[in-house]
């Protein structure tokens, strides 16, 4: 067509004569209206293709609505795979060799085992029902070393239900992982679109494991999850990658310590410690360690210990791979298991920090400590001072590495009531207090009011939409709505429950990016009224959906579908005696003596859910 377009354009200019011009604007117009159709025929592909893995569809959507092609690492493809290769496996050998076995780490190594409770020492047969079960759990994903595509097994369950549930089998009864799994190949990711392209240390590895090692995995993740659950073997304030557990539950419950302790005047520092490769740094014999503390034993720590050996990686660029480079220490990336045992092989630090009477809350390695004072203290509390000598030389134990240069310090309450003294040094860093902080994806300012997080998501969603309508003329509205759904009401939906009491003028802020978004997927104009809009769509207004967010935890949290220091938050109403309101399960609500300020009453989650849940209970 663009030829043709082509040609009746030149006939045009030499002609010059309306007929010839006539024919020319309308070739020009079909022709538009199936560039039309096919870039909306292509967007709608690409997107529907993508609909169900985030990471995908983000990239998708940068691709279409930016002009800026991927760098070109490296015109020798094998040379840039080899060093990709070399940098990856160096950084962790260099970083473990600044960290060798102290005395610490050698006294729990020769110490004996503590466990004394259950026991987890030889797993469950698995039946071929569980290995239909285990093969729709997970995504298919297919690594390059796959001998077949993984939706070509899911497939044909009737196939490989027997063999696989052979294999399955004949791994967790001998306690050994199968060697031919233990390789991993490795996508270096750029962290940030604005690094320099050139300087390896800006990617991050991203693993990539074969499909029948994941399902296997699986099947021991499975019964291993329910015995730590069983007996609480993990700190019930880690919240990393546990059922009913998130990002949003430990910072709920942060801000809810934070705020009913400024309640009662005191002041506060909340510290976010940094650590360098910390999945890439976890020492196999200290793990082996503790994973007998908490009572595996038997078969199930042979197999583990056979799953962490003899690991190697490959990295992929350009079709090619990289030799293979073997791994001393770590939990795999991308393993289903790593998660878990990260989390059992950081048990004692939480331990520790809670026996010097400071709060601690972890996901995964993000830790976050905080000490809550009275009065005006002139200098940091000595138990601050132990606490970080503590925690330094715990980490050094571990052989772990502690990042001071990156770790943050927020200071809490009246600037009347800030430490006149120096903070203490961590690791030989002296600590300085920032005046905002960022803990998992959210900004905290010395008030917690949440201005600098509120202004952070408009500016970045407002942007998305900037990008949603370049390619809106393009697409269709199911798939319109999925671009919507991931680039901006993600961003509305992420720790909204922390939004709870926030003044009009920020919440109005979140409602104008709502209003924006609902407009731009049905079509309408500015002067349409926008509730209609809203309810066309099934959108709550920020308001409530703030409210629905608070009450949906309240309800998890109180019937054990959350986890227990947001259950601990809450108590059902107990009257003295007999009332109609006996049978209603509402809460109880903090008095006035609990709850001074009224500002921490409508915005500390403790104070804030109970109102609203009996709110609901009553209607």
Known sequence: MKRELRRLERVWRGARDGASRTSYRVFMKTYEM????????????SIASASSRPAQLFSIIRSLTSLEGQPNLNNNLTHSCEAFASFFAEKVLLLRHDLPANLDTIKELEAPRLSSGPVLDHFD??????????????KPTTCPLDPCPSWLIRACPDEVRAPLGDIINLSLGTGTFPGELKEAVVHPLLKKTSL?????????PVSNLPFLGK??????????????DETSALDPFQSGFRAGHGTETALVALTDDLRRQLDRGRSGLLILLDLSAAFDMVDHELLDHRLADVGIQGTVLQWLRSFLSGRGQRVALGGELSSCHSLVCGVPQGAILSPMLFNIFMRPLAQLVRSFGLGCHQYADD?????LMDGHPDSAPDTLIRCLEAVAGWLRGSRLKLNPSKTEVLWLGRDDMRLRGQLPSLAWVQLVPAPSVKSLGVIFNTSLSMEAQIAAITKAAFFHLRQAKQLAPYLSRPDLATVIHATVTSRLDYCDSLYVGLPLRLTQKLQRVQNAAARLLTGSSLRDHIHPVLYQL????????????????????LYGLGPSYLRDRLSWYAPQRNLRSSNKNILKVPGHREVRLASTRARAFSAAAPTWWNALCRT
């Open 125 to 138: 047969w698995i039946s071929p029902a569980d290995v239909d079960r285990l093969l729709r759990a997970g």
């Open 538 to 557: 099934h959108w709550l207004p920020v308001e409530y959906r703030i409210r629905f967010k608070v009450l949906v935890l309240t309800f998890k949290a």
């Open 215 to 228: 399902v296997i995995e699986r099947a021991v993740a499975e019964q291993l999850g329910r015995f730590l």
């Open 34 to 45: 199936a560039v039309k159709a096919a870039k909306k025929s292509y967007f709608s592909a």
């Open 196 to 204: 320099d392209p050139l300087d390896l240390s800006n990617y991050r």
């Open 367 to 371: 830790t976050q400590l905080y000490l």
